[in-house]
């Protein structure tokens, strides 16, 4: 078990470009989730897979925000024609299937908008 | 939608003292109840999971209660030191989405 492992772990870049970001999620944990934090707040839950099924987008999801997970082992999150509201850590999340399992955390992307 | 809340937002406690750091929820109709540590910079860090049907769990110096019916959660620390100075957040499961409190950032004076 090696944890769930996010790149890069900075993104530094000009307002109007496009970002991805990476998350490999534990290898037997078939739930991945992303999440939103600003400073000073709690994460925000921003979407949800199950394998490679993208099952819940919440509404902060834009529609410059996109996500993947093919083959249902890593996940992307792509932000396009970024703003400086973009700026945040991005967290990606790991878990069973089993909702008694805790969801496993990774380190997270922070973003900065010049 | 569910509402997370912790109370105090910040907190500052010499060596040794217990501390007890308080979360409330509006939505009962909860899977589990989560702690996390985060220290800055850093991702999340889990330290105690509730289920609905528990009261209580303990890890080592940190126990965590839930009364689901009044949507409250507690963590006591005992005996704190200063290695647990960290921003501590509770997480409310509903559906597969955790909801966050805005958490509580922990001083421990040496």
């Known amino acids: 078990d090696t944890g769930v492992s996010q790149n890069p772990r900075h993104k530094i870049t000009k307002r109007g470009q496009n970002v991805t970001f990476r998350c490999d999620p534990i290898s037997e944990h078939n739930r991945l989730y992303w999440y939103r934090q600003t400073l000073g707040q709690g994460p925000e839950f921003l979407t949800y897979f199950q394998n490679e099924a993208q099952l819940e987008k919440s509404r902060l999801l834009s529609d410059r925000f996109s996500a993947e997970r093919p083959k249902g082992s890593f996940s992307t999150l792509e932000i396009q024609r970024t703003e400086q509201g973009d700026s945040a850590m991005y967290l990606c999340a790991s878990s069973a299937e089993d909702r008694d399992q805790p969801q496993h955390f990774g380190d997270g992307t922070r973003l900065s908008i010049l | 939608k569910q509402e997370v809340t912790q109370i105090p937002a910040a907190l500052s406690v010499p060596e040794g003292e217990n501390l007890v750091l308080n979360c409330s929820f509006t939505d009962s109709a909860i899977y589990n109840l989560q702690w996390f540590r985060q220290d800055p910079g850093k991702g999340l860090t889990s330290l105690l999971l509730?289920?609905?049907?528990?009261r209580e769990q303990t890890s080592g110096r940190l126990n965590a209660s839930l009364d689901k019916s009044s949507g409250r959660s507690t963590l006591y620390i005992a005996a704190s030191q200063p290695g647990d100075s960290a921003t501590y957040l509770c997480a409310a499961l509903n559906d597969y989405k955790l909801s966050f409190g805005a958490g509580t950032t922990v001083t421990v004076r040496a």
């Open positions: 509730i289920q609905s049907s528990q």
